[in-house]
């Protein structure tokens, strides 16, 4: 609440200060009528926390990050200062923040929000929660297209501590239960685009039915783009007391939803860097008996299926997350990408 109330105040500290002129660290002393002469382009002036970078043909914005914050994958952060400008022209100047920049995404009409996506089945079939394979292409396409920066489930735990700051349009992909589908129509998907996602499965669906083995868990987990995680034993709706539960049988019964898939997983998938620690509820529900024992469990992050973005104040353990469904058009997909949450205080 202390943290809200000095969001609102008066007078917002300017996400990034005023650059000032003066000369780079270089052998090359500047003359008084221009900038500095860089190995790419030329820096107009800088400060501690940003210069002011003036481009030359055929400079890139990966070229430019690992020149001066020392990695092309913090391209995003240039990107995000300059009004999401990626294409780069000759002499138009462009901001380089050098600092981590803002690790709540606060600013004074909002803050930056994650959509965290949720899927269950893929291919053919006219079920609502199946997605067709072109289906799911054409999402990941135009994510990749408009410069969303599809992250890790893991990388949102340092963004709700206030430790790391995430990319203005970043977007987190889950699917639910561990349908072999996944396996034969998401996963080449996600190779061919590059983007992570996090699986959670049910252990009790393991090598059943449809689901998938452990033979295909994994590979899904040896090609590092794929995270295995829980989503309970027997996917019972953590929250309905069976009549024959006693108060203490049912607390009990929610302990073995908790450890025994994480036990299994890590059993099983744990050579492959597999560390269990976050959880789907199924059905997205979860209760006092439910968030008692998450924390007691240790678990990192829980999430939902209640839909929205999630801002740097949202409960670690119940996290938004928002369906996809066979049904929905290319522009219902981009309608449910929540970037900011406007009007949160006066």
Not at 174 to 203: C, N
Not at 226 to 249: C, F, G, P, W, Y
Request: glycine share 8%; net charge negative; hydrophobic share 40%.
């Amino acid at each position: 609440m202390l943290l809200l109330a000095a969001c609102a105040g008066p007078s917002p500290t300017p996400a990034v200060a005023p650059p000032v002129v003066q000369p780079p660290a270089a052998a090359t002393t500047p003359s008084a009528d221009g900038p500095v002469p860089g190995a790419m382009g030329d820096v107009a002036g800088r400060n501690e926390r940003v210069l002011v970078y003036l481009p030359r043909d055929g400079d890139t914005l990966a070229g430019v990050a690992k020149r001066f914050l020392g990695s092309a994958d913090r391209a995003w952060q240039i990107a995000d200062a300059n009004d999401q400008r990626w294409q780069l022209a000759g002499g138009q100047p462009l901001v380089v923040p050098l600092g981590d920049g803002s690790a709540l995404g606060v600013t004074a009409d909002g803050a930056q929000a994650v959509t965290i996506l949720c899927y269950h089945r893929f291919g053919p079939g006219s079920a609502k929660m199946v997605v067709a394979a072109p289906q799911f292409e054409a999402q990941l396409e135009w994510l990749a297209r408009n410069h969303y920066q599809v992250l890790r489930l893991g990388d949102m735990a340092g963004f709700l501590a206030g430790k790391k700051p995430l990319p203005q349009r970043s977007v987190v992909i889950t699917i639910d239960d561990g349908y072999e589908s996944v396996y034969h129509h998401a996963f080449p998907l996600l190779k061919r685009y590059g983007f992570p996602a996090t699986l959670f499965v049910y252990t009790d669906f393991i090598g059943s039915r449809d689901g998938l083995s452990w033979a295909q868990l994994q590979e899904l987990a040896e090609s590092g783009l794929v995270d295995i995680q829980a989503h309970s034993k027997s996917h019972r709706n953590l929250i309905e007391q069976a009549a024959n539960e006693t108060d203490d049988t049912y607390r009990q019964n929610i302990e073995t939803e908790l450890q025994l898939p994480r036990a299994l997983i890590q059993h099983r998938l744990g050579a492959m860097g597999i560390q269990v620690h976050h959880f789907a509820y199924p059905f997205g529900d979860a209760n006092e008996v439910v968030l008692d024992a998450m924390q007691r469990e240790q678990y990192e992050l829980g999430v939902t299926v209640i839909p929205g973005g999630n801002a740097f104040f949202a409960h670690p353990l119940m996290l938004r997350r928002t369906m996809i469904y066979g049904d929905h058009t290319l522009d219902d997909f981009k309608a449910r990408l929540q970037v900011r949450r406007h009007a949160l205080w006066p």
